[in-house]
């Protein structure tokens, strides 16, 4: 393999070699430049820190960073402090060949972290942007998590982000793919302290030749840890989507709970739609739940709308847009819902 | 309520681990290991026409040069250097039971075999170590023009062509490297052919044991269901327990012809000191139905995952399956579909229970290919883990190619409810039984499926006697 090539988005525990599934290869195509993106809000106190980053997506590009230097920004938000609205980070990558950014943010005891990271392209840019992200939430630690990815057709995009939550710590996490030629998300949350709890809401719409290349790992190790997944997903034309996740409940996590569903509407017939949703059980006391849905709509929900007067084209375009307008809905922040909407989606809310 | 765990008692294997000690001159036994000389030595020893010789030099070939697998259970304790892949009891086949030498007879007789066959068999197979000891097939169904026997046999008689067609081009020996091995060393093993329109309506069954140490057992089953006929093939494995590994690699192919119905049930209970690493497959055309009914109780380390290949317009596939894993124990069991045929459906249906530091992995692929439009497939695993000490892990793969398609997917890992043991004891039972009850519940949906014909063996294996619990 060259220097430039990595394997990514490994499987904690592989499967059968012919489906091709285990992990991704990544290139990097041309020089790695730092980016900074421009922020809205206050973001919390910045602390000097050894450049120690270690990602989740692979460890051979980590190595790979470090070696170029990159730099890593760390912020630390104090105990108790509650950010009073979302703290927005946009990014507009595509002006140099690979463009890298890396942020550790931790959340002190009992504080509340809000963030949105919106992530667009210049628009033509056919370049490649690199976005690591880790966060240490402490004890009672909050932390909402917005990220809305709206790239040009060529562009492709990586996501490397980890989470660490000690004791009854929570993280909702909502995570939008809009549109670009390729993205590589590699999410890893590590619910070590008792009782933490993660929400996460995963949402895509791919179209073209659109490509998401997902690897998502939830561990539990405390106890009574608590792990909600939902990923709902449009796949059109040529789009090819492959989710690998992963609920693994550690020996001791005695009570710990872990459900994924995953919905996938298939509107044409040159898709590719991978699952591989895993759970492994090291411990007798605990609830692993896995449900998939994949394909076309049911036909009694297509009766209905079509009873409605609704053309069948008509009423997979509004399920379509009923999966996304979940999520948007989820983040319960009427600033936020907004300016996903109008600025990355180009629609207009409803109360205008 | 305190939250007592549930003790399951180990399945008495008493039944299985008699064994006679080998005396020289009873038994052949090839060198152990594998090289160029032993393959040719088995296939001289076979008589094998010259295609197959070539076959097994050339998938030795593919084994050298196959990469052990990167996933699934730990096979280091596995050498195949120190297995003996072809041992041979210094007798012919016999058709009945008389002739069968007495150690031998007595084995099956102890397995119920005969018994079994009297009672509700069409025609059994008995594989002893390496080769055949037995093969019988009743006399009616044999009228019909149905086939039942030994492959090499076959491979000498009018079926010679057909079996050079089929053998090994659903598993070819580059599938992976105990494939290869499989090729090169096969030996045993059954031949089935159901004529067109024939339907045999009581089962075939074929037994494999493995009685000696150090071994492997490659034995091949080979069946073609011709267009419109109907079979059920029962096989059991069973072999004593010793300390150094033996290694189980056999291969099972299944052909259902347009509008045939094939039903393939196993109870595999191979001793603990078992790798079996066992391949099957089958391949059903047009309107054809293939179910596979699948025990899995014994071996120390399994690989088992039946294939189907849903090749025709219609085909329909079901698998239904349970595993246990107790102590000592890496079962890592499933099933894979892949739809191909328009309006194809499959549907697998899994239970694991492991207790006592066992591992139960169910691991499975559901592959619907864009020609398979309006394809249909489900699936539910379910684990239940009895102890803390015990685990469970779930890997399903599902690749979807086309918008016409309907996939749905449920996978659940857990204990015995709370709840429900406490429904239980408010109806009278006491937790013990209400546990037990529970966990008999939980395979039932499964269990029930299981031929008949295995009532006794089955009983020893899903009964699971609750005698107590802890804190």
Redesign the interface.
Known sequence: MKENQFIINKMP?????W?K??EAKLEIPGELTAYQPSVEGKLPERIEKENDFSGSMSTALDDFFREERLPVQSFVLREGVESPDYIRMHFQNGENAVEHSAYCFTVEEGARLKLFLAIESLEESKNMAFLQEKFLLKKNAKLDLVVAVKNAKDFAHLQDFSFVLEEKAKLKLTSLLLSGKSHHISYQIDLNGDKSEAELHLDYVLSQKEKADFNLVVNHRGKKTISNIVADGV?REDAVKIFRGTID?K?GAKGASGTEQENVL???????????????????????????????L?EESLFYMQSRGLSLEAAYELVAEARMENAIHSIMDKRVEEYIEEELRGMRSEEE | MA?D?AIVEDIDRSLYDFRYEEKEGEFYKIKEGLTEDIVLEISEKKNDPEWMRDFRLKSLEIYHKAEM???GPDISGLNVDNIVTYVKPNTEMSQTWEEVPEDIKNTFEKLGIPEAERKSLAGVGAQYDSELVYHNLQEEVARQGVIYTDIESALHGPYGKMIEEHFMKLVPPTDHKFAALHGAVWSGGSFVYVPKGVNVEIPLQSYFRLNAKGAGQFEHTLIIVDEGAQLHFIEGCSAPKYNVANLHAGCVELFVGKNAKLRYSTIENWSKNMYNLNTKRAKVEENGIMEWVSGSFGSHVSYLYPMTILKGDNARSQFTGVTFAGKGQNLDTGA?MVHIGKDTSSFINTRSISKGGGISTY?S?V?IQ?QAKNAKSAVSCQ?L????E??????????????????????????ISDDAVFYLMSRGISEEEAKSLIVSGFADSVSKELPLEYAVEMNNLIRLEMVGAIG
């Open positions: 525990v592989p499967t059968f070699r489906l599934m285990n796949l409940l020996h298939l509107m044409d017939d040159s898709v590719v739609n991978q699952t591989i949703p895993v759970i492994l059980c090291d411990e007798d006391d605990v609830e692993g739940n896995h449900g998939a849905s994949i394909g076309r049911d | 939250k765990r697998p990167n996933w894979k691991r692929a592959v864009n684990s883990m009895l102890d803390d015990s685990r469970s892990d779930t890997v399903p793969a599902i690749d979807v190619r086309t918008n016409k398609a309907d996939v749905g997917h449920e996978a659940k890992i857990g204990r």
